[in-house]
Nanobody, 121 residues
Framework: QVQLVESGGGLVQAGGSLRLSCAAS?????MGWFRQAPGKEREFVAAISWSGSSTNYADSVKGRFTISRDNAKNTVYLQMNGLAFEDTAVYYCAAALRPPRSTSTAEWDYWGQGTQVTVSS
């Protein structure tokens, strides 16, 4: 079982940037980021393949967020630029044993505890 620990969240003004990190005990997985705003369901943000050669993004973050991984450091990153109030949420790192067939949370096997991102308007 892999352990995932997120960090890098915080309070930022609209238009600002943050970089989230996810430290993994083992990075031999397909990795992703999800987020959950108050009163809403957890939603897909971005995913990256084992090698990092393939990435996928939710339409709402395309062009603003970038997912990357450093397998030597067992760490996955989410660079978030142009943050908006609507990006406020708890952000979760996730790992999948197999390439997810959809953006459903059910496709992912392990989850971190989450890190809060708050964007002030």
């Amino acid at each position: 079982q892999v352990q995932l620990v997120e960090s890098g969240g915080g309070l930022v003004q609209a238009g600002g940037s943050l970089r989230l990190s996810c430290a993994a005990s083992d990075l031999n997985y397909y990795m992703g980021w999800f987020r959950q705003a108050p009163g809403k369901e957890r939603e897909f943000v971005a995913a990256i393949s084992w090698s990092g050669s393939s990435t996928n993004y939710a339409d709402s973050v395309k062009g603003r967020f970038t997912i990357s991984r450093d397998n030597a450091k067992n760490t996955v990153y989410l660079q978030m630029n142009g943050l908006a109030f609507e990006d406020t949420a708890v952000y979760y790192c996730a790992a999948a044993l197999r390439p997810p067939r959809s953006t459903s949370t059910a496709e992912w096997d392990y989850w971190g505890q989450g890190t809060q991102v708050t964007v002030s308007s």
